[in-house]
T-cell receptor, first 115, second 114 residues
Framework: ETGVTQTPRHLVMGMTNKKSLKCEQH?????MYWYKQSAKKPLELMFV???????ENNSVPSRFSPECPNSSHLFLHLHTLQPEDSALYLC??????????????FGPGTRLTVL | DAKTTQPNSMESNEEEPVHLPCNHS???????IHWYRQLPSQGPEYVIH???SNVNNRMASLAIAEDRKSSTLILHRATLRDAAVYYC???????????????FGSGTQLTVLP
């Protein structure tokens, strides 16, 4: 138990569906992250929020839309996804202070399958 | 972040020490060396980090070469639960294209044999 929870753990959706992934951290952290892990590929950063402000968007397609209403919650809204978007989506949080020593805590991930 | 090189895979016997190497010949003086691991079907988990001196915590030890061009993560007694992909990551004051991202490579797949 890392203090970062993600729901749902598994999600199957069609290409025309709209769904949302939720992440919640109970660590009092200020920074939250979305990563994507596709099969046989390294983790890729998608978005970073620091003190509820989006500070990084790593050239992510607009069919992925993040939302950070407060420092404890992070959402990833999904719409009109493609089968190649099937992957493990990981949320992480960190203190968000000194980058060199900032430790990220990851949730268990949401396994997404797009049909 | 500067590049790291790790072996693709390693094997160890249960209850024996494991030494996981990482080369980072282009490390800068302000880069910290971080290790994370990812167990099957889980998110990555922080293991340890250090700058120059060797570091110990309840999970592992980190041995850093004097010239800092390489480091070794040491699991003192491997258990079956230590089977995972281990990632060596460098983080500087302003890391890579994103100031806050962790840049994961392919890591080392550790197999622990009973």
């Amino acid at each position: 138990e890392t203090g970062v929870t993600q729901t749902p753990r598994h999600l199957v959706m069609g290409m025309t569906n709209k769904k949302s992934l939720k992440c919640e951290q109970h660590l009092g952290h200020n920074a939250m992250y979305w990563y994507k892990q596709s099969a046989k590929k390294p983790l890729e950063l998608m978005f970073v929020y620091n003190f509820k402000e989006q500070t990084e968007n790593n050239s992510v397609p607009s069919r992925f839309s993040p939302e950070c209403p407060n420092s404890s919650h992070l959402f990833l809204h999904l719409h009109t996804l493609q089968p190649e978007d099937s992957a493990l989506y990981l949320c992480a949080s960190s203190q968000g202070d000194i980058v060199s020593t900032d430790t990220q805590y990851f949730g268990p991930g949401t396994r997404l399958t797009v049909l | 972040d500067a590049k790291t090189t790790q072996p693709n895979s390693m094997e160890s016997n249960e209850e024996e020490p494991v030494h996981l190497p990482c080369n980072h010949s282009t490390i800068s003086g302000t880069d910290y060396i971080h290790w994370y691991r990812q167990l099957p079907s889980q998110g990555p988990e922080y293991v340890i980090h250090g700058l120059t001196s060797n570091v110990n915590n309840r999970m592992a030890s980190l041995a850093i070469a004097e010239d800092r061009k390489s480091s070794t993560l040491i699991l003192h007694r491997a258990t079956l639960r230590d089977a995972a992909v281990y990632y060596c990551i460098l983080r500087g004051p302003l890391g890579g294209g994103s100031a806050r991202q962790l840049t994961f490579g392919s890591g080392t797949q550790l197999t622990v044999l009973p």
